[in-house]
């Protein structure tokens, strides 16, 4: 039995489902519906103005999602003013009838929170019969844009609302989710960031360990680059084109489609996982328009289209929910793999992605790594192909002295595979290493990619997505006797 725990009011309680009940199941954590609405601001309270932010309705969102294969997707409609209302009387009654509609997808009801003194995050909300009286409630009191006050309140946007709003959420007694998106479409250069700090994530993560779970390591809106006949954007003299991402600075982009949070080895997320934080990373479509669209062209794929987001659980809100939390995920853009199985072995104890191998300081560390690289067409059109998977291992140690520190210069590439290196068995493929024994607490994880880039490089504005395809897995951590 595989066993796992989820916290209700502070309390863990175990849960089990036999190995072979679970499976990894593709999502989207991060989707708009027209729900995320603009706003005549000349009316007091304000109008809201369906289908001016995001375009389509939540069941037409989940038959996409079903078409790329999702098995799982989050609603994530903007807050504004008095959006907690809208959200409550009408976007909650079309997430039921699309649940009618689509019942082999499970959807969960959430918001793209404006947090307070922060960018915005994702809020998933376990799926019960108050859920959309917990959303409203907690919408109401703690987005930053609810209020439609002039001027406006400075609380709404202050650390302490924040932070009032973290201690909320972790007392709630059916824990939610939340992950920060985007977290440097705002930064000004590499390693010089804008809405979110790296202060600000430890503090998250210290104040609602269980519910700040960590961040969109892939963001959406990776269809920006595109014209609607899928060739890139042409430049337009004096202009600048759109970049992956909508990360528009030139000195802060995307690499390989992947926030620089992630995409930097040794970078900030190595430095939060050196501290032995979960913190995870997911993937998304930030779906608001399809770069195809007729009536109005947007920067966005469909959700499951380019990037997802696999979990391994069993088909249930409760283990899909707790498999993000716990960390048993993989995020992958164009399909790269469908499967991603990395397991950690020594002195009979075992660990796969998510978890914990205690060992004894003498021993050596099996790791086996397995994905499955399919014979069939993405979103493109293409068959891509895994080129080489990378090994990448760091030291945990402990608490960081420096709450702004965004690096971890332990953390490395241990080891590169191709495929000479892999066994192969149809799709499947496997690699078998071994890590030598040491008495220092470690972390892996594993990337791969469909390039022959050693590292991803920084994105350009003149760039295909499909051409630079990667994974990332979550970490397996291993403590020392």
């Not at 659980?313 to 793999?337: C, H, K, M, N, S």
Request: overall charge negative; charged content about 25%.
């Amino acid at each position: 039995m595989a066993a796992s725990a989820v916290f209700v009011a502070g309390v863990a309680i175990v849960l089990t489902a036999s190995a072979p009940d679970r499976e990894w199941l593709a999502g989207d954590s991060h989707i708009h519906s027209h729900w995320s609405a603009g706003f005549d601001s000349s009316r007091i309270p304000p109008v809201s103005l369906k289908g001016q932010d995001a375009l389509y309705s939540t069941p037409g969102n989940a038959f996409m999602a079903r078409r790329f294969g999702l098995r799982w997707m989050v609603t994530t409609d903007h807050g504004g003013p008095d959006h907690a209302k809208l959200n409550f009387l009408q976007a909650h009654r079309e997430l039921k009838l699309s649940r009618e509609l689509m019942p082999d997808l499970l959807q969960f009801y959430g918001m793209e929170l404006n947090m307070p003194g922060m960018d915005h995050h994702t809020l998933i909300i376990p799926s019960a019969a108050d859920e959309a009286t917990v959303l409203r409630d907690f919408e109401g009191e703690f987005d930053a844009n609810q209020d439609w006050a002039l001027p406006p309140d400075p609380r709404r946007f202050s650390a302490e609302t924040r932070r009032r709003a973290l201690a909320h959420l972790q007392g709630l007694e059916r824990l939610p989710l939340l992950f920060a998106n985007h977290p440097s479409r705002s930064a000004t250069a590499i390693g010089t960031y804008g809405l979110d700090e790296p202060w600000e994530l430890r503090e998250n993560s210290d104040l609602a360990p269980e519910v700040y779970r960590g961040m969109e390591g892939a963001p959406g809106h990776q269809a920006a680059t595109l014209s609607a006949d899928g060739s890139v954007r042409p430049e337009v003299e004096g202009r600048p084109g759109i970049a992956r991402g909508r990360y528009q600075n030139p000195e802060a982009p995307t690499m390989g489609g992947f926030d620089q949070m992630t995409a930097i080895v040794g970078g900030l997320w190595d430095s939060l996982l050196g501290e032995g934080r979960r913190f995870w990373i997911v993937a998304s479509s930030d779906s608001h328009a399809h770069y195809t669209d007729p009536a109005r062209p947007g920067v966005d794929f469909w959700p499951g289209e380019f990037h997802k987001t696999y979990v391994r659980a069993a088909p249930t809100y409760e283990d899909v929910l707790d498999g993000l939390r716990q960390g048993r995920i993989f995020a992958v853009a164009g399909d790269l793999v469908t499967t991603l199985d990395v397991t950690a072995r020594s002195g009979g104890r075992i660990a796969e992605l998510g978890g914990t191998l205690t060992v004894d300081a003498s021993r050596k560390v099996d790791v086996t790594i397995a994905f499955r690289d399919p014979d069939v067409a993405n979103g493109s059109g293409d068959t891509p192909v895994v080129r080489r998977v990378d090994l990448i291992v760091g030291e945990v140690t402990g608490p960081a002295v420096d709450v702004s520190v965004d690096r971890n210069p332990t953390t490395q590439v241990l080891a590169r595979f191709t495929r000479p290196d892999w066994e192969r068995d149809g799709d499947r493929y496997t690699v078998t290493t071994t890590l030598p024994a040491s008495a220092r607490p470690r972390y892996l994880r594993v990337r791969g990619t469909g390039t022959d880039l050693l590292e991803p490089r920084a994105d350009q504005q003149s760039e295909n997505p499909w051409d630079s395809l990667w994974f990332y897995s979550n970490p397996i951590f291993i403590e020392v006797d």
